[in-house]
């Protein structure tokens, strides 16, 4: 039986631990833990300072006491392209050799710089075409993220897109109606995922170059303060004596919500406008700033949707020797670890 792997999420802010454990059809956590980095080591989804992201990684097994070697990570940023093609019908075979020829149109890249994936989402369409999602990551970025792990002593086996873990892990928690369309938003650091999902189909995808650095670097900014500081402000962690948060900071927190919200409803008017049949029913904030409240109200005030926030733990059943508490502040940002946990050696 294959190995199942750890879910490592290396993101721009964090490094991220994920071991789950199956138990029948559903999952036990065993382990979870982040680790630090430094702001810049990752900067749009590409890694400026290999020995950063090697060290963080070494912390975090280390600390958690890991014995797994065996992990599944993910990518993310300008470095991915997905897209919904049409092809001409053929054997899976034939498609297999000929899927680098077809690619070479639907992608920005020279074909020899990617490395090259599908998925069949329609075998056969109405006009006699197969349809499928394609994936296409730069070699470049794939080895480097590669690279880190090996060089911590892991043995990477998978290489997912961060947007589709993530839709793992929401889906192994939710029961999902199939006539749902449901917006998964991944909010990273500096990256965010945009996944429009129906009955397990990712119809829609896209990474939007904005995050929860945004609020940390405008408060700073606008109050001329540390960058710990800001971030405490942004997290709920700092108040006056009184116990009130500055009004400064609200006003800043609600300009930047609302150019997030920007950011996202326009991802969201394209797909509409480009789908016919697209009954969106509520959208799910996942990742570090999916608890920011004036982010809710200006996505909802924006969509006109039901908003909630993922919980990565909610159908998983938690070890007693771990921390509830800590887990269940960090259950938004787990959701990519939680769906890459799920992974193991080998499958596609």
Known sequence: MAKQCIGLDIGSSAVKAVQLKKKGSSWALQAFGMQPLVPQTIVDGTIMD???????????????????????????GHSVI?????????????????????????????????????????????????????VAAKKEVVSDYVQVVRD???????????????????????????RETIVLVNIGAAISNINIVRSGVSLFTRDVTIGGNAFTEEIQKQMGIAADEAEAYKVGGSQTEDGVVPQEVIRVMEGVSEVMAGEFQRSLDFFLATTADANVTRIVLAGGSAKVASLHRAIERRSRLPLEVADAWKRVEIDPSLDRNYLAAHSPEALIGVGLSMRAAGDK
């Open 50 to 76: 290999q020995t950063a992201v090697t060290d963080a990684i070494r912390q975090l097994w280390s600390r958690l006491k890991l014995r797994t070697k065996e992990v599944a990570i993910a990518i993310a």
């Open 82 to 134: 997905i897209k919904k093609i049409t092809v001409p019908m053929m054997k899976p075979d034939e498609l297999a050799a000929n899927i680098r020829n077809e690619a070479e149109h639907h992608i920005p890249f020279g074909r020899d710089d990617v490395e090259i994936d599908y998925h069949v989402t329609n075998p056969m369409t109405a006009s006699g075409q197969t349809e499928l999602l394609l």
């Open 152 to 178: 911590a002593g892991l043995s990477p086996q998978i290489v997912d897109v961060a947007a589709f873990a993530s839709q793992n892990g929401f889906e192994a928690n939710y029961p999902l109606d199939p």
